[in-house]
């Protein structure tokens, strides 16, 4: 993209009038148009109070309020309260709360080899292509169909070609707000030529509810006996290494302050903190055990508990190393190193160039099919 908005057309929309979601964000600031496309925020909910708030820009979890272990409501993702800033690649750059496509993570050189063809995707981060490109799917308007209070179904049609990947690709991404306080998240994608899918949620997670205060409090569990090691450019080596008496295990909770500094040890000095793959013990003979719990994160401070469950293989998990406290998100909140972790499911980075890990081609007449569960809890002490 150009500098500021330079190569999105955003015509905002007038009035003042709107009422404000339960998290305090005003529906008018995302009500806009960009690159000809209408965008609003969209807000889900259940009848325990939870809600969650998501723009077809990005497909970007913008709110998520849940209750904390005194039944006050408590919204744990970062972001902005405006579309305009979440459309400003260069003065505010984020994956904030985004459906990431067509290639969560890192491939590496952005390079990828199909039916003997090497194709070469940008090289955006450090020499590779990571999140799709310059403008992935974080930066592009889905269409948006909200059938009731709880679902909302984001499409992207993706054009042969979209940041040189191959195919034309329908995506789509739905998010539905379950009565035990989850909420789940599924994609699908097909395409008409060979081309590879990695699609995940990039919300920051903040769960002590005021994210002036960092995550390193937070108790991390991961159900993962190895990790895949990376070189100082964050790509993958192509190796797994084991977890255990190492800063990488969270087989048992551990609280993420505890190493997240500890660059002592070469894996967490060469990510600046933890932003690594973990290979899911919950993923078996190509298939993932939606049933089995991937991750959890717990918050001491507010007793809120996030589990996760997907049927991928990965998650990927960063801790917000480089949030530099120089964006105002959500309240004028500068937020700084820690601020938020995320927790994202997916395949292995770099999975194209690697044959023994877990595919991520898609062939014509084939369906993607990716799910993700966020289900929040209290646990009171």
Request: glycine share 8%; with cysteine; hydrophobic share 30%.
């Amino acid at each position: 993209m150009g500098a500021g908005m330079a190569a999105i057309l955003l015509s905002a929309c007038s009035g003042n009038d709107s009422k404000l979601t339960v998290s305090g964000l005003d529906p008018a600031a995302f009500d806009t148009t960009i690159n000809e496309k209408p965008v609003k925020l969209y807000t889900l909910k259940n009848h325990n109070g939870m809600e969650v708030c998501i723009t077809n820009f990005g497909g970007r979890i913008v709110s998520l309020m849940v209750p904390d272990k005194d039944n006050n409501l408590q919204d744990v993702v970062l972001g902005y309260d405006n579309v305009a800033q979440y459309a400003d690649s260069v003065n505010s750059p984020s994956d904030f709360g985004a459906s990431i496509g067509r290639y969560a993570n890192r491939i590496k050189n952005g390079l990828i080899t199909i039916d003997g063809k090497t194709i070469q995707l940008p090289r955006n981060n450090f020499g590779h292509c990571l999140h799709g490109g310059f403008s992935g799917w974080q930066y592009q308007v889905y269409d948006a169909v909200q059938s009731n209070d709880s679902t909302l179904v984001l499409t992207m049609n993706s054009p042969d070609g979209d940041n040189n990947f191959p195919g034309n690709v329908k995506a789509d991404v739905t998010f539905i707000v379950r009565s035990n306080n989850s909420i789940d998240i599924s994609y699908t994608a097909t395409t008409d030529q060979k081309t590879v899918i990695n699609m995940t949620n990039h919300s920051y997670f903040n769960l002590n509810g005021d994210p002036n205060e960092t995550i390193e409090n937070h108790i991390l569990h991961v159900n993962s006996y190895y990790y895949t090691p990376t070189d100082d450019t964050y790509m993958t080596t192509g190796d797994t290494a084991w977890v255990k008496g190492t800063p990488m295990d969270f087989m048992e909770p551990v609280e993420v302050g505890k190493n997240v500094n500890n660059f002592d040890y070469k894996a967490i000095k060469n990510a600046n903190g933890f932003d690594h793959n973990w290979c899911l013990a919950s993923y078996h003979d190509g298939k993932g055990n939606e049933k089995q719990l991937a991750a959890s994160l717990y918050s001491p401070k507010t007793g809120i508990m996030l589990e996760v469950y997907t049927n991928e293989p990965g998650i990927q998990v960063y801790s917000g190393n480089f949030l530099e406290g120089k964006v105002a998100g959500k309240k004028g909140i500068k937020y700084q190193k820690h601020a938020g972790i995320c927790l994202e499911t997916q395949k292995y980075p770099d999975t194209p160039n690697k044959p023994k890990w877990p595919s991520a081609f898609l062939n014509p007449g084939e369906k993607y099919y990716s799910h993700c569960i966020f289900k929040f809890g209290v646990v009171k002490q």
